[in-house]
């Protein structure tokens, strides 16, 4: 009796593990960016990595080990290894962008560290999740490009593009610049498989939600584009600028958050067609451009915690009391009010150069008020 009580208790076992299995896999079909997500790749230290010397061969498995892509990115990876960091530099580049662009808002670019990096919030097609997309582009295709021009990829080198027509003509048209074609290309295969590979009903939700992406990501890519600009410099003795050579050169990427900042300021909100295309949620709005952002579904309310959206609430959060935007208090704070916190900080001032070669300084005490949410 003992031993058939075991068998049965075993059988039930097996049969949970099979119904946890299912339930899983069918969430993953219906939502496959649950499991982790190329985004993960700015959260991994290659440095580390950077040391063993096999790391980089053909027989290399180490893609296998990158968590969060699909089939497709995996392959793209076992023919660029040497690009995978550099990949993650611009993800990485992508994230603290983030961060710096909402540190003032309600929803401020939180990383959960876990395969998705910004948690549940993948799953919700909101305008937050239309600028993570775009920024992330953005930032592997500036990292791809810059990388090309250092000689850091066996694949590409130097920009060729093409002189502007406009450049003067005694100008010289050379140089080593970024490489933005190379850059946008590769970005635009790597980040794109994994919204193209999967097939997926036609006008369905989870067709919207990969139009979506691809949208959100190119918009990225054209970002850098469009505030890339050509770079002078002069060459002679003594400053006489007898010779000019100009090149291509990419923006900074704090001038591309801000461009990207803007346009999810402006972010228009779509929906998916029976035919599988993007509309206007609303025909009375503008039709959206490629450098535009689009999203399908309204944000959560960032106001209160609730960890199955996404959402850390803002209890806690620091906020300034005189400011009327979003990082006052009055908005932070959802009305909830806030509280003051006095605090007393000793910082070096008064400095003084004596030559030679010295700085002497004095402490300082100062008191200030802090400010946090209820």
Request: glycine letters at 8%; aromatic letters at 10%; a positive charge.
């Amino acid at each position: 009796m003992a031993s058939f009580g075991v068998f049965r208790f075993l059988v039930l076992l097996a049969a949970l593990v099979w119904i946890l299995a299912e339930e899983r896999n069918e969430t993953r079909k219906l939502y496959p960016w649950t499991n982790g997500s190329w985004f993960n790749m700015g959260l991994l230290e290659f440095e580390k990595w950077s040391n063993q010397p096999f790391l980089f061969k053909e027989k290399s498995r180490f893609c296998a080990r990158l968590r969060g892509l699909t089939p497709g990115q995996r392959r793209v990876c076992r023919r660029h290894k040497d690009h995978m960091p550099v990949v993650s530099s611009g993800v990485k580049q992508g994230i603290s962008e983030c961060q710096y662009q909402f540190q003032g808002r309600r929803w401020n670019c939180t990383v959960t560290g876990d395969e998705t990096v910004f948690g549940p919030l993948t799953l919700i097609a909101s305008r937050e999740t239309a600028f993570t997309h775009a920024i992330t582009s953005a930032g592997v295709s500036l990292s791809v490009s810059r990388a090309c021009r250092d000689g850091r990829l066996s694949s590409c080198s130097c920009s060729r593009a093409a002189r502007p027509r406009n450049l003067h003509s005694d100008w010289v048209w050379g140089g080593c610049g970024d490489n933005l074609e190379y850059g946008y290309k590769f970005t635009e295969v790597f980040v794109d498989i994994r919204e193209r590979e999967r097939k997926v009903k036609r006008g369905s939700r989870e067709q919207g939600r990969q139009l979506m992406n691809r949208h959100n990501n190119e918009a990225g890519r054209r970002a850098v584009i469009a505030k890339s600009r050509v770079t002078c410099k002069c060459h002679g003795v003594s400053g006489s600028c007898s010779l000019i050579t100009c090149w291509q050169q990419l923006p900074t990427f704090r001038e591309i958050g801000d461009f990207l900042k803007d346009k999810y300021e402006g972010a228009t909100e779509v929906k998916v067609s029976r035919r599988g295309k993007l509309r206007l949620s609303n025909p009375h709005y503008t039709l959206p451009t490629a450098q535009d952002l689009v999203y399908l579904e309204e944000s959560p309310n960032y106001c209160v915690k609730n960890e199955t959206l996404g959402s850390y609430g803002t209890t806690g959060r620091q906020c300034n009391r005189t400011s009327s935007g979003m990082d006052g208090c009055a908005l932070m704070c959802c009305g909830r009010g806030y509280n003051t916190r006095r605090v007393t900080v000793k910082e070096r001032c008064g400095c003084k150069f004596h030559w030679c070669c010295r700085v002497e300084c004095n402490t300082c005490v100062k008191t200030t008020e802090l400010y946090t949410c209820k």
